[in-house]
C-alpha cells in the first residue's frame, strides 16, 4: 500500500509551459508539504498546508502554486516553466508535530 | 538566518562504527530529525530529538544538545546497504516544515 504517492514520476517540458504534479496520501494526515531538491540534493521547503493554513517560502516564485481540494491531496502547479525549475520535487505529508512520510519525487526536466 | 552544517562526505568499512555530526543556527527549533536517503529514492525517516539526550533504535542513535546547537547520527555495524546520503532537519518555530542540512553522504565498502 502506498503511504504518499506522485504523479508523474518524471515529467519532460519545454520552457514556458505550465505543468501541475499531483500528490496523495492515505495515511490520514492533516498537514502536507512539497520541496524541491535541486542537482547538488539540498532539499528545501517550498509550502506546507494544513487544512486550515498555507504557509509559503518566501523565495519560492509566485509562478509556484499548491491546490488542495482535499486533505489527502495537494498538487502543485508550475507557471512558465525555466530551466531552474529543473529539480527534483518530493510531497510530504505528517501528523500535526510528527514526522514527515515522503513521496517517490518527480523528476521535472525542463528544456 | 538559517544554518545546518554537516560533513558532505564520509565514508567507512563494514562493521565498523560512524557518526556524522550536525551543528544547527536556527531562528527557532521545535525538534531536529534525521533522514536517509538512497540515491534516486525518497528521504526515509530514521530518528527524532527534541529533548537533550541520546535516542537509540537499532542499529542507529541519534544525539542531540539543544545549548550547543548539536546533534549526532551513530550508525553501529555498518552494512552495504547504509551507503546513502544522511540528512539532518530541524523543524521550524511553526513546528511544521523542516529546515534540512545539505546532507553526507556516506561510503560502506567492504
Known amino acids: 500500500d502506498t503511504a504518499v504517492s506522485q504523479t508523474p514520476k518524471y515529467l519532460v517540458t519545454q520552457m514556458g509551459n505550465d505543468k501541475s504534479i499531483k500528490c496523495e496520501q492515505n495515511?490520514?494526515?492533516?498537514?502536507m508539504y512539497w520541496y524541491k531538491q535541486d542537482s547538488k540534493k539540498f532539499l528545501k521547503i517550498m509550502f506546507s498546508?494544513?487544512?486550515?493554513?498555507?504557509?509559503i517560502n518566501e523565495t519560492v516564485p509566485n509562478r509556484f502554486s499548491p491546490k488542495s481540494p482535499d486533505k489527502a491531496h495537494l498538487n502543485l502547479h508550475i507557471n512558465s516553466l525555466e530551466l531552474g525549475d529543473s529539480a527534483v520535487y518530493f510531497c510530504?505529508?505528517?501528523?500535526?508535530?510528527?514526522?514527515?512520510?515522503f513521496g517517490p519525487g518527480t523528476r521535472l526536466t525542463v528544456t | 538566518g538559517q544554518n545546518i552544517d554537516q560533513p558532505t562526505e564520509m565514508t567507512a568499512t563494514e562493521g565498523a562504527i560512524v557518526q556524522i555530526n550536525c551543528t544547527y543556527q536556527t531562528s527557532g527549533f521545535n525538534g531536529l530529525f534525521w533522514y536517509q536517503q538512497h540515491a534516486g529514492e525518497a528521504p526515509t525517516f530514521l530518528s527524532y530529538?527534541?529533548?537533550?539526550g541520546l535516542e537509540e533504535k537499532g542499529r542507529f542513535s541519534s544525539f542531540l544538545s539543544r545549548s550547543k546547537g548539536y546533534s549526532y547520527l551513530l550508525l553501529k555495524e555498518l552494512q552495504m546497504k547504509d551507503s546513502a546520503s544522511y540528512l539532518c532537519a530541524v523543524r521550524d518555530q511553526a513546528g511544521t516544515a523542516l529546515i534540512f542540512g545539505k546532507g553526507t553522504t556516506l561510503s560502506v565498502s567492504s
Open positions: 530529538n527534541v529533548l537533550d
Open positions: 510530504a505529508s505528517s501528523r500535526q508535530g510528527a514526522e514527515q512520510y
Open positions: 495515511l490520514g494526515h492533516d498537514t
Open positions: 498546508y494544513n487544512n486550515k493554513e498555507l504557509i
